[in-house]
């Protein structure tokens, strides 16, 4: 062998070694960083749909790169998964822990889980305070709520905020993500609440301010309330607020004539969604208080879409949440009054039965502890009472410059500035309006006293006469 052929092997065993050493340097710095991270990318998640045998199936399949002992759920507001996820192996099943109030996911025979697959139920349920977890349309199509598949290793921390997500639809659908369409298959990195996300052969209605899914299976006068009623409400909150930001929103409508009486509207960031579960639909548009419980549906939705502006949220936690279903609601009174002039008498009968539906429920608990004891509802009726004072103290302070929706504004510019969402922010707000027989009262409404919480009801229900 003569020097330069061996030259030449020393110079390649050389550069391998080097390459080597990179590719080493590289997988751990890509390991240090996976272990820095405190949210489960370790878990990849994959989502199919099959049409196999001409019956539609959901998979969905855990893939964990360090065995764990459980799979823990991000969110648990019910046990439903324990009836309709059904796992592909006998060994694996997913129980309640009554002391976690949590669903997980376990070996019977104690073996660490690698790999979980599950098929779905593809159908609407009803989930208390959460998002359903999947929303049919009449043609075939689907949406469904990707928070609903976030899951953990053994335990979910605060910290556990992103996930890696697949999803497979056949090859004769599409996939309506974040606005786009797209064939076979997609990979997004998921967080928060998660999205929406359709899968089926509607196309998309695309406009200058929304994309949009409206089922065809509804009935025109709905339809057309969706494409005309809908807009309108965005432009008003648009000026009343603030236009949105990045993307355009995306409205799903979908609905599923079956032998029910449900209806279900969510936000997420720029999404909108509406879903409705009931055989009478056709009947039910006729009627004019069916309509206006429509258009306050709606407008409660896009109320809630603008609400965050350019922060995260405005409420701290559940028990606040008068804060942003309360101002959705009476949002969605102001938006009712200015845009339909026939729909003023619904407006104060509503507003009538929100006060006497507060007061009654405030007899048997306080705002403080409604969210613990079912009655969610309270944040809806007295939070509406609360936010109609407000926004008449404040027009009356200012002589009509500035209202509730002033006040809103400054609290999107305080959350995003740094200022903690929730109540204490939001109160401090009202004090350059020097009316402490206002703030004094929705202190008494949010207190944990009962007589005091009814007491300061009733004295912000005065407040406008």
């Known amino acids: 062998m003569n020097w330069l052929n061996i030259t030449k092997i020393k110079t390649a065993i050389s550069m391998t070694l080097a390459l080597l050493a990179y590719f080493n340097a590289e997988i751990a710095w890509a390991n240090s960083q996976a272990h820095n991270d405190s949210s489960p990318a370790n878990i990849l998640i994959k989502v199919e749909k099959s049409t196999a045998d001409t019956s539609e199936k959901w998979v969905v399949t855990y893939t964990l790169t360090t065995p764990a002992k459980t799979l823990a759920f991000v969110r648990n507001p019910d046990t439903s998964r324990t009836t309709r996820w059904f796992a592909q192996d006998n060994d694996i ?39 359903a977890p999947f929303s049919p349309f009449s043609d075939g199509g689907n949406a469904f709520h990707s928070g609903r598949l976030f899951a953990c290793a053994n335990t979910c921390t605060e910290e ?13 659908e599409h996939i309506l993500l974040n606005g786009k369409v797209m064939k076979s298959s997609v990979s997004w990195t998921d967080n928060n609440d998660g999205r929406v996300v359709y899968v089926g052969k509607q196309q998309p209605i695309i406009t200058d301010d929304v994309v949009a899914l409206i089922d065809p299976g509804l009935p025109e006068s709905i339809k057309a ?15 009343s607020l603030n236009p949105l930001k990045g993307e355009k929103p995306m409205l799903f409508a979908s609905y599923a004539n079956v032998d029910d009486h449900s209806t279900q509207g969510g936000t997420l960031p720029n999404q909108i969604f509406m879903h409705w579960n009931r055989q009478d639909l056709n009947e039910q548009a006729k009627n004019s208080s069916f309509v206006n419980q429509t258009l306050w549906f709606f407008a409660h939705e896009v109320a809630h879409l603008y609400q965050p502006g350019s922060t ?15 101002n959705a609601d009476y949002f969605a009174a102001i938006a009712m009054n200015f845009l339909y002039e026939d729909a003023n008498s619904y407006v104060e009968s509503r507003m009538t039965r929100a006060f006497e539906s507060c007061t009654e429920g405030l007899a048997q608990t306080t705002l403080a502890r409604a969210y613990k004891n079912g009655h969610f509802n309270l944040y809806y009726s007295c939070g509406m009472i609360m936010h109609r004072a407000i926004d008449s103290v404040v027009q009356q302070k200012t002589l009509g410059e500035e209202s509730l929706f002033t006040v809103w504004k400054r609290l999107q510019k305080a959350v995003n500035n740094g200022m903690p969402p929730g109540t204490a922010t939001f109160l401090t707000l009202l004090e350059p309006y020097n009316a402490p027989e206002l703030i004094k009262a929705i202190n008494n409404a949010t207190s944990d006293h009962a007589f005091k919480a009814i007491q300061g009801i009733e004295t912000l229900y005065q407040l406008p006469g």
């Open 93 to 131: 099943e997913i129980i309640f822990d009554d002391t976690k109030h949590q669903e997980l996911v376990r070996s019977k025979s104690g073996k660490p889980l690698s790999t979980v697959s599950f098929f779905l139920t593809p159908t609407y349920k009803h989930l208390g305070k959460d998002y």
């Open 160 to 172: 556990d905020n992103k996930w890696h997500l697949t999803l497979n639809v056949p090859s004769d």
């Open 225 to 239: 309330s969706l494409e005309e009623d809908i807009p309108n409400m965005m432009a008003f909150f648009s000026h």
């Open 312 to 326: 995260e949220g405005v409420s701290e936690n559940e028990d606040q949440s008068w804060l942003h279903e309360g």
